[in-house]
């Protein structure tokens, strides 16, 4: 398997570094590591390591820095990690390269001990595995799901307890084969992120393949994801908006690949998020914490966005023309 990694970094000079480090000690070697930097401050370390191609990137913002990488990378396979991962046991890119050879396959994923610090910072307190949970789960729009397939509101089934097909991956460890890559990045979500109004760039970038392609993945856990501060989260009500309203982004980009009316996914969207806010004025009336009082509002903004920001590129960011962007920091990135 002919194959590079691109990291997508962010103000993290130790993590990233490790990283390539851990990568140095593996069987089977990338051709090269593209590093695609959108820090503070350039990392003069990184452009001495011979194996390593370090590209500025101009935007902080993770789907336009994972096109430039995607731009500027050669072979067939690329392997899109995050910078703060941490390799576990398994020889990880034999194995994915044995499976590679075995299967037909646009994507391949693994099972990452994830330890978000999101997560542990917006506690719902629900209990999940209740019988009520799952009902009232199912009448608000959330239908059962078979491991890693997808929906509406980038709702989507757990990843499979065993190996299989799925139709997305989790965002910190992505392998593609390049040519699947093809029409997967979109200037509205680059938009997105730029105006810090999105999450799930994951999703929307993986299932654009595996709702086309068929995509594998392995459940035994290579990687640990650290619980470090997140570069999404500065307050509940801010984090709450991006995932609301992303949701019905995910929703028309779910919709397109599945080529069903974009009626339906509008329909499922504010009837999925009208019970959330019916729910999430319930929890804060009971529970009226700080938390439970801006993940509400949050809902609210999220809807507003709907009604005031359309997806697309002229009314989000009117004054930056995207493929002139690239195109700069590629050349930039080949000099």
């Avoid at 703060?84 to 693994?110: C, N, P, Q, T, Y």
């Avoid at 330890?115 to 789960?137: A, E, H, L, P, R």
């Avoid at 890559?181 to 929307?204: I, W």
């Amino acid at each position: 398997m002919q194959f590079e990694v691109i990291i997508c970094t962010y103000n993290r000079p130790i993590q990233v570094l490790n990283l390539i480090n851990q990568i140095g000690t593996s069987s089977l070697l990338p051709s090269t590591i593209i590093v695609v930097d959108s820090s503070d401050e350039i990392n003069d370390e990184l452009p001495l390591i011979p194996t390593v191609k370090y590209v500025r990137s101009s935007h902080k913002n993770q789907p336009y820095q994972r096109c430039l990488g995607y731009l500027l990378a050669t072979q067939e396979w690329i392997v899109f990690m995050d910078d703060d991962l941490v390799f576990l046991e398994g020889d990880f890119f034999r194995d994915i390269s044995e499976k590679i050879e075995k299967h037909d396959i646009a994507g391949i994923s693994v099972g990452i001990d994830y330890q978000s610090i999101i997560q542990k910072k917006v506690n719902t307190s629900y209990n999940s595995s209740t019988i009520f949970f799952k009902v009232v789960n199912f009448l608000s729009g959330v239908p059962f799901r078979k491991p890693g397939q997808m929906y509406y509101a980038g709702l989507a089934g757990s990843l499979p307890d065993e190996e299989g097909n799925v139709q997305y991956f989790q965002g910190p460890l992505m392998v593609f084969k390049r040519a699947s890559l093809v029409n997967s990045f979109d200037f509205v979500l680059f938009s997105l992120f730029e105006k810090h109004l999105a999450m799930g760039e994951d999703k929307a970038i993986s299932m654009s393949v595996g709702l086309r392609n068929t995509l594998l993945y392995l459940p035994k856990k290579y990687f640990r994801h650290p619980p470090l501060e997140s570069h999404y989260f500065s307050d509940f009500q801010s984090f709450q908006r991006k995932i609301g309203y992303s949701r019905l982004y995910l929703s028309l980009v779910y919709a397109r690949l599945k080529n069903k009316k974009i009626f339906w996914a509008y329909l499922h969207y504010y009837y999925f998020t009208s019970w959330r806010i019916l729910i999430g004025l319930g929890r804060m009336l009971m529970r009226p914490s700080k938390q439970n009082i801006q993940l509400f509002k949050g809902h609210i903004d999220a809807l507003f966005l709907t009604f005031t920001k359309p997806f697309n590129v002229e009314s989000l960011t009117p004054n930056i023309d995207w493929q002139k962007e690239l195109d700069d920091d590629i050349s930039c990135g080949r000099q």
